[in-house]
């Protein structure tokens, strides 16, 4: 009886274990095709995150994103929602969380705020979304950051200016929207390099909020109060600091500024130059926010393994003498401005690369439109290049390099 029982148990363990395989073959089937299909997920949901808006570079890098999702093939695989949140940083906080409940699979943005964002977007993250700040930085190391804020911009206009005017003279900074990476970070850069000068006097300092209208109503106000401004360092929105001087009948002055297409004619323009204007154009490309979304949709599809949070985007620098009218719609390597009339004063060149998004066209900026014919070409393998570590911009428990503002366009000024 014994030995019957015995192999009766053993014949009843194996009937047993038998069955179990039939029951756990199909789940382990299920699970391997499960992760199988989200690997190569064929819909995606991204939204297009902005905080500050209304002025031609934040539409203009808007609408790349745009563009670049109706294009094939992401035309039928990405479902991009916008959300403009304002420089009020609980409100971006706020949109942040309501994306990520709405089981976002990426986010491309342009942060109010390098830290105060930093808690949700480490949420965000650990749910699986990907974040994509584009031109403003955060610190969390979680999110990536594609930026030329890291390139120099503050130092190197600054110290162009510096040149421009022998080292001396009074002058007017014009900044952008308080609290954000981009103004902290450029102004940091240009006084590393005035601080040096004790010749250059300082005698009014606004926020334009990167806009033209803001910058020409505060520019004013600044040159009835300092008519013997000598010169002006102004971020985006330099343009409006270009028409106050002319509004005001004034003296032109040596400028810097980004890269409007009005203040780039300006710099060309012979009439202009003979009563005083000089200057450089650099500054943010809103062709950041197309390298964002590229980037993130090529991470997305598993087509791109991101070895690096903070990417550099090449700094543009076009003195005044490098000026050159563009006959057609687009900026190419031989021209950077486009006809007057063609587009607004305070359409932003910076839009086309060539290498980065072949896919995009003046219409793709003005109007957030896909170019005709046009499909989405792979990113070059090094499109993602490595900024340099900023504590307090990029990231937070890091160290700055020795040669934090060295100058990479211009020389310092030598009044020997």
Same mark, same amino acid.
């Given at each position: 009886?014994?030995?019957?029982?015995?192999?009766?148990?053993?014949?009843?363990?194996?009937?047993?274990?038998?069955?179990?395989?039939?029951?756990?073959?199909?789940?382990?089937?299920?699970?391997?095709?499960?992760?199988?299909?989200?690997?190569?997920?064929?819909?995606?949901?991204?939204?297009?995150?902005?905080?500050?808006?209304?002025?031609?570079?934040?539409?203009?890098?808007?609408?790349?994103?745009?563009?670049?999702?109706?294009?094939?093939?992401?035309?039928?695989?990405?479902?991009?929602?916008?959300?403009?949140?304002?420089?009020?940083?609980?409100?971006?906080?706020?949109?942040?969380?309501?994306?990520?409940?709405?089981?976002?699979?990426?986010?491309?943005?342009?942060?109010?705020?390098?830290?105060?964002?930093?808690?949700?977007?480490?949420?965000?993250?650990?749910?699986?979304?990907?974040?994509?700040?584009?031109?403003?930085?955060?610190?969390?190391?979680?999110?990536?950051?594609?930026?030329?804020?890291?390139?120099?911009?503050?130092?190197?206009?600054?110290?162009?200016?510096?040149?421009?005017?022998?080292?001396?003279?009074?002058?007017?900074?014009?900044?952008?929207?308080?609290?954000?990476?981009?103004?902290?970070?450029?102004?940091?850069?240009?006084?590393?390099?005035?601080?040096?000068?004790?010749?250059?006097?300082?005698?009014?300092?606004?926020?334009?909020?990167?806009?033209?209208?803001?910058?020409?109503?505060?520019?004013?106000?600044?040159?009835?109060?300092?008519?013997?401004?000598?010169?002006?360092?102004?971020?985006?929105?330099?343009?409006?600091?270009?028409?106050?001087?002319?509004?005001?009948?004034?003296?032109?002055?040596?400028?810097?500024?980004?890269?409007?297409?009005?203040?780039?004619?300006?710099?060309?323009?012979?009439?202009?130059? +003979?009563?005083?204007?000089? &200057? %450089?154009?650099?500054?943010?490309?809103? @062709?950041? !926010?197309? $390298?964002?979304?590229?980037?993130?949709?090529?991470?997305?599809?598993?087509?791109?393994?991101?070895?690096?949070?903070?990417?550099?985007?090449?700094?543009?620098?076009?003195?005044?003498?490098?000026?050159?009218?563009?006959?057609?719609?687009?900026?190419?390597?031989?021209?950077?401005?486009?006809?007057?009339?063609?587009?607004?004063?305070?359409?932003?060149?910076?839009?086309?690369?060539?290498?980065?998004?072949?896919?995009?066209?003046?219409?793709?900026?003005?109007?957030?439109?896909?170019?005709?014919?046009?499909?989405?070409?792979?990113?070059?393998?090094?499109?993602?290049?490595? +900024?340099?570590?900023?504590? &307090? %911009?990029?990231?937070?428990?890091?160290? @700055?390099? !020795?040669? $934090?503002?060295?100058?990479?366009?211009?020389?310092?000024?030598?009044?020997?």
């Amino acid at each position: 009886m014994k030995r019957a029982f015995e192999f009766n148990a053993s014949w009843l363990h194996g009937r047993i274990m038998a069955m179990l395989a039939l029951v756990i073959a199909p789940l382990a089937v299920f699970s391997v095709t499960t992760s199988a299909s989200a690997a190569t997920k064929d819909h995606y949901v991204v939204y297009l995150s902005l905080s500050y808006s209304g002025n031609a570079w934040q539409s203009e890098a808007a609408n790349l994103v745009k563009a670049l999702a109706k294009t094939p093939p992401y035309d039928k695989m990405v479902e991009l929602r916008e959300v403009i949140s304002g420089t009020d940083v609980q409100a971006q906080i706020s949109a942040y969380e309501s994306i990520i409940a709405a089981g976002a699979d990426g986010v491309v943005s342009f942060p109010v705020s390098p830290t105060a964002l930093n808690r949700t977007v480490k949420r965000g993250c650990e749910k699986g979304v990907l974040f994509y700040m584009y031109d403003a930085t955060v610190t969390e190391p979680c999110a990536y950051n594609v930026s030329y804020i890291t390139a120099g911009f503050g130092e190197n206009t600054a110290q162009a200016l510096v040149n421009e005017l022998n080292g001396k003279g009074k002058i007017f900074l014009s900044r952008g929207v308080p609290g954000n990476s981009v103004d902290k970070r450029h102004f940091d850069g240009a006084m590393s390099v005035f601080k040096k000068y004790p010749g250059i006097q300082i005698v009014a300092e606004y926020y334009g909020y990167w806009d033209d209208r803001t910058t020409q109503q505060e520019t004013a106000k600044a040159l009835a109060a300092h008519p013997d401004v000598e010169g002006i360092w102004a971020q985006a929105g330099e343009n409006g600091a270009l028409k106050a001087l002319i509004a005001a009948n004034h003296k032109l002055v040596p400028m810097t500024g980004e890269n409007s297409n009005g203040f780039r004619l300006g710099l060309a323009n012979p009439d202009y130059q +003979a009563k005083g204007l000089r &200057g %450089i154009s650099s500054g943010s490309p809103p @062709a950041a !926010a197309g $390298l964002a979304f590229k980037l993130l949709m090529e991470q997305l599809q598993g087509k791109r393994e991101m070895k690096v949070h903070n990417i550099e985007y090449a700094l543009p620098w076009i003195p005044a003498d490098k000026v050159t009218v563009c006959k057609g719609d687009k900026v190419t390597p031989e021209c950077n401005v486009l006809l007057e009339g063609k587009v607004p004063d305070s359409f932003v060149t910076e839009v086309f690369d060539q290498v980065l998004l072949p896919e995009i066209s003046l219409q793709s900026a003005t109007d957030g439109v896909p170019t005709p014919g046009a499909t989405i070409q792979p990113l070059p393998e090094d499109a993602a290049r490595a +900024a340099a570590n900023e504590p &307090g %911009i990029n990231c937070a428990k890091c160290d @700055a390099p !020795a040669n $934090l503002y060295h100058l990479t366009k211009t020389k310092a000024f030598d009044a020997q």
